[in-house]
T-cell receptor
Framework: RKEVEQDPGPFNVPEGATVAFNCTYS??????FFWYRQDCRKEPKLLMS???SGNEDGRFTAQLNRASQYISLLIRDSKLSDSATYLC???????????FGRGTSLIVHP | ETGVTQTPRHLVMGMTNKKSLKCEQH?????MYWYKQSAKKPLELMFV???????ENNSVPSRFSPECPNSSHLFLHLHTLQPEDSALYLC??????????FGSGTRLTVV
């Protein structure tokens, strides 16, 4: 099993839609979880951290399920500008070495 | 400006050349990273420097050599590279266990 797995997509959704991505991780000792966004030919940028209690930032909601070892990202009311690749990042179990998933491609169309 | 500065932005080098990539941050972060991103592949961690300790991915060839002279500067020395080393090389910094802040990257082409 890969350390961090994501469905590569692409997810092709209309503006205004709600879309959700999941990411599974293999190391049960992992402590830190993040979602990043990467635009074409640009560097990844931190979108949000994922806390045990879940967290919300505007249209974006992140959840952590430790029992099933997955994290999720929900985007409501999708905008054209949300089109990007979303990367799931998990630390390697209490250390400072983050592992990136392959990313999920999102395309929001008019 | 992201706070993490990488130079050069683009680099074309021959297989016999020696070059260095530079990264710096003045954010007070205590960890710095080199990642490689090839087309259609996930980000691959190459090296981590944290609290002056180095952690490396054992699969990285010896033709890549990192140097971290202080907590604000990080270099990646390149020599006798191969065409398959062409990729985007990203530097990042963080406070330990916090999210990474990336530089804009160096797009490297080996000819």
């Amino acid at each position: 099993r890969k350390e961090v797995e994501q469905d590569p997509g692409p997810f092709n959704v209309p503006e205004g839609a709600t879309v959700a991505f999941n990411c599974t991780y293999s190391n049960s000792a992992s402590q830190s979880f993040f979602w990043y966004r990467q635009d074409c030919r640009k560097e990844p940028k931190l979108l949000m951290s994922v806390y045990s209690s879940g967290n919300e930032d505007g249209r974006f909601t992140a959840q952590l399920n430790r029992a099933s070892q997955y994290i999720s990202l929900l985007i409501r009311d999708s905008k054209l500008s949300d089109s990007a690749t979303y990367l799931c990042v998990v630390d390697s179990g209490g250390s400072y070495i983050p592992t990136f998933g392959r990313g999920t491609s999102l395309i929001v169309h008019p | 400006e992201t706070g993490v500065t990488q130079t050069p932005r683009h680099l074309v080098m021959g297989m016999t050349n020696k070059k260095s990539l530079k990264c710096e941050q003045h954010l007070g972060h205590n960890a710095m990273y080199w990642y490689k991103q090839s087309a259609k592949k996930p980000l691959e961690l190459m090296f981590v420097y944290s609290l002056e300790e180095r952690v490396e991915n054992n699969s990285v060839p010896s033709r890549f050599s990192p140097e971290c002279p202080n907590s604000s500067h990080l270099f990646l020395h390149l020599h006798t590279l191969q065409p398959e080393d062409s990729a985007l090389y990203l530097c990042a910094s963080s406070q330990l266990s916090q999210g990474l802040l990336f530089g804009s990257g160096t797009r490297l082409t080996v000819v």
